[in-house]
């Protein structure tokens, strides 16, 4: 095979002459390219490390700081030195060793480079006070006050210049610890629309007496821990949240997104896959160099989470799995109809053509070879319960042929699976072919994704395209941004010709390298498989484009797009289940170091009020309306800043069982199921898709399970001024949920709050 040979350097045998040595001069080529390539990405990380490091200032500045001040010594008549050398002199004899020019030059570099290091510190705690003032946030849509617009100015100005990925990473406030009482008040807040009073008045007691008692002394540990780490929250968060679940990550944890819905670039399923690939690696490049360049608003924002986005998985152990990243990686992992195999990424010292990728993902869809025992099904494993697969992996998989097929898979740069079935929008058969194609993405057949990989790219048949990205490394809106650069280079910067990738073959690649394995644990994989099984069959996906108005009609109304729809979503649910119930909104807290995520509780009063009313006056309701969306706008910006409730009790509970203390209170609260679990996906770079022009040319988002066994899983993105796609979960199981009784629910409720404007009226 040609890879067996290319693998080989030299070629030796002995002779009665001596050891005749004969030199692959292609092979020891492909190993000179292949350092090279190593030590300029090392170089390369090295110079942002230090760019990084140094920001906002930067080596000219550093230049004309030291010129600038041993010119102006010059023109004083100054010692440059201020003294220094003269002091030494006392102690040490400088002047046998250097000349008095050249103490002047050394003295003039040391205190011009202190002075430089003191204006980058000045410059990096000024914007790091500024960064740490959020008034900005309750501007009006639409207008900007005086002083955030003076704030702007001052940030931008104390920013630098050219910042890159992990520039502000130095100058991001801590998120800070809000004070018991604030958080045990919201929470009561929260929670009164959802109690009888008897219930509300009984946990406001227990509030009361951990606010008195216990709290504090939680609060004092919080609060230590908030000076000595970046952030407080993250690394218990990605712990005990995602890490210890023992039960399977599959539907649990893992998420999905969507490939276009109604533009189909290429129906050649390894074309979309080369040019996805190709895109996907073009990202790492930039992810390495640090060209990504994170703004909301014109706020920087913490690139902490990038930093797993590759190279990265899920490592499974009997009581707490484990991150492991690599910091480089070559190759990819493929799948194909139970077949494993290690695709290289590079060649001559660079990255593949998508063409070339196209050509390596022909020769594994045409390979007729058999999966070997147990190996269509392997990746059960990373399905299942968690405990099993670490079991069967340190039993199976820590030695030989099994451990370096392993390593393959764990250390590539992500995995793709060429998929043999075909899913897309059907427009005969609208529901079904997106309910199904969802259910795919999700969990496939639950042996066909590395579900403890950063994420797995999944290319179907019929070239359509997806992701399923694990949760613990990152939130959803990272892998969103590799997912809108690829989407935005697919079809139009790479393109197609005659529906292959634009290109050439290459006639000398190695191929693909097939894994080998030796498998005796296929009863645990059977075993993980049922478990998974089953989980997967109970999913009841839904989803459904809207495209009766989008947020340009919710503008011209003067409301928050996410606020109308989230009382759409609670007004949905009360007709949908003649309750309320605790609801979950996922909110980012990535304006502080090493942020992730805040909870916004979406149930509030007035919402209550407003769902609940059996006022008929529109006037009325609309007021109740309006109060009801502003609540939910001061509750997200709460939680934006650092001010929300969820994560501080979750922390102030770690705490408590660290110390050996029972909370009635934090018990309670952290038992308390989330059945409504809500989470809006944004178009981060919206320059890259003409939405006004082609709407179509984005993603149509994506999706998780349900959080809770009785409960909705609810994700959502705004397309462009016209359309807003759902994804809705629940469980075939319970009695009490029917995604598509939901959808429905969802598109009246979003009908009924629009009419309560009267915009037609208005219009005339």
């Not at 929260?190 to 008045?201: A, F, G, I, T």
């Not at 290319?459 to 969103?480: Q, Y």
Request: glycine fraction near 6%.
């Amino acid at each position: 095979m040609a890879e067996a040979h290319q693998a080989v350097a030299f070629q030796f045998t002995v002779t009665p002459d001596g050891i005749d040595l004969q030199l692959c001069h292609e092979a020891l080529r492909q190993i000179y390219l292949s350092g090279l390539h190593s030590w300029k990405k090392r170089f390369i990380r090295f110079k942002n490390g230090v760019m990084t490091g140094v920001y906002p200032g930067s080596p000219g500045g550093f230049m004309v700081v030291v010129v600038s001040y041993m010119s102006y010594s010059k023109y004083q008549q100054l010692d440059p030195s201020l003294g220094m050398f003269a002091k030494l002199g006392q102690h040490i004899p400088i002047s046998q060793y250097m000349s008095t020019d050249s103490q002047r030059i050394v003295g003039g570099v040391l205190v011009g480079t202190g002075l430089w290091v003191t204006i980058i510190m000045i410059m990096r705690n000024v914007l790091k006070c500024l960064l740490s003032w959020h008034g900005w946030m309750h501007a009006r849509h639409g207008s900007v006050s005086w002083s955030a617009r003076l704030w702007m100015i001052l940030v931008k100005v104390f920013s630098g210049r050219k910042p890159m990925l992990y520039s502000f990473q130095n100058s991001l406030p801590r998120l800070p610890v809000p004070s018991v009482k604030d958080t045990c008040k919201r929470y009561l807040e929260s929670v009164r629309p959802l109690m009888e009073d008897e219930q509300y008045e009984r946990m406001k007691g227990l509030a009361k007496e951990f606010e008195k008692n216990l709290g504090p002394r939680l609060q004092w540990y919080l609060k230590l821990k908030s000076w000595w780490a970046s952030n407080y929250v993250s690394d218990w968060w990605e712990e005990y949240i995602y890490l210890r679940g023992r039960g399977p990550i599959m539907v649990n944890s893992n998420y999905y997104a969507m490939d276009f819905l109604y533009v189909f670039p290429t129906n050649i399923q390894a074309a979309r896959a080369g040019n996805a690939i190709h895109a996907i690696m073009l990202y790492r490049r930039k992810l390495d160099r640090g060209q990504i360049y994170l703004l909301a608003n014109k706020v920087p924002l913490c690139s902490a989470q990038w930093e797993r986005m590759f190279n990265t998985t899920r490592i499974p152990g009997l009581e707490t799995d484990t991150g492991r990243h690599m910091n480089e990686s070559k190759h990819i992992a493929v799948y194909h109809k139970g077949r494993y195999f290690k695709v290289w990424m590079f060649y001559d010292g660079r990255l593949l053509l998508p063409r070339e990728i196209e050509q390596q993902m022909e020769r594994i869809l045409a390979d007729q070879s058999e999966p070997l025992p147990g190996e269509e099904r392997l990746a059960a494993l990373t399905a299942g319960e968690r405990t099993p697969w670490a079991s069967a992996r340190e039993t199976y998989f820590s030695r030989g042929k099994n451990k370096q097929s392993l390593d393959a898979i764990e250390k590539a740069a992500f995995v793709v699976t060429l998929d043999d079935t075909e899913q897309c929008y059907d427009s005969n058969n609208p529901v079904k072919s997106l309910d199904r194609y969802a259910k795919s993405l999700l969990h496939g057949k639950c042996y066909d994704r590395w579900f403890d990989k950063s994420f797995n790219l999944i290319v179907f048949k019929n070239a359509t395209m997806g992701l399923n990205a694990e949760h613990s490394w990152a939130d959803a809106p990272i892998i969103g941004h590799l997912w809108e650069h690829v989407l935005s280079m697919d079809p139009v910067k790479l393109g197609y010709e005659d529906g292959h990738c634009r290109g050439e073959p290459h006639p000398n690649m190695p191929g693909p390298q097939r894994l080998q394995w030796d498998l005796p644990c296929q009863e645990v994989i059977q075993s993980s498989l049922t478990v998974a099984r089953s989980l997967a069959d109970d999913v009841d996906c839904h989803i459904f484009p809207f495209s009766d108005f989008g947020k340009g009609l919710i503008k011209k109304c003067r409301t928050s797009p996410d606020a109308f729809i989230q009382i759409a979503l609670q007004l949905a649910h009360y007709r949908d289940k003649g309750k309320f119930c605790l609801t979950y909104e996922a909110s980012m807290t990535r304006l502080f170091r090493e942020g992730r995520t805040e909870t916004v509780r979406s149930c509030t009063m007035e919402t209550f009020a407003d769902c609940n009313s059996s006022i008929h006056i529109i006037e009325e309701r609309l007021m109740l309306l309006k109060q009801a969306a502003e609540k939910h706008q001061n509750m997200y910006r709460l939680a934006m800043t650092g001010q929300g409730i969820d994560r501080h009790l979750f922390c102030l509970y770690v705490v408590s069982k660290y110390l050996g203390e029972d909370s009635a209170f934090l018990k309670e609260v952290l038992s308390e199921p989330w059945r409504l679990s809500t989470s809006q996906t944004p178009v981060q770079q919206t320059e890259l898709f003409d939405l006004v022009k082609h709407p179509e040319y984005v993603s149509s988002g994506g999706g998780f399970g349900p959080v809770a066994n009785d409960g909705y899983g609810v994700s959502y993105i705004i397309v462009g001024e016209n359309l807003i796609n759902f994804h809705i979960s629940s469980k075939h199981s319970s009695p009490e949920t029917d995604s598509h009784r939901f959808g429905t629910n969802i598109r009246q409720a979003m009908l009924d709050i629009l009419a309560l404007f009267q915009l037609d009226n208005k219009a005339k």
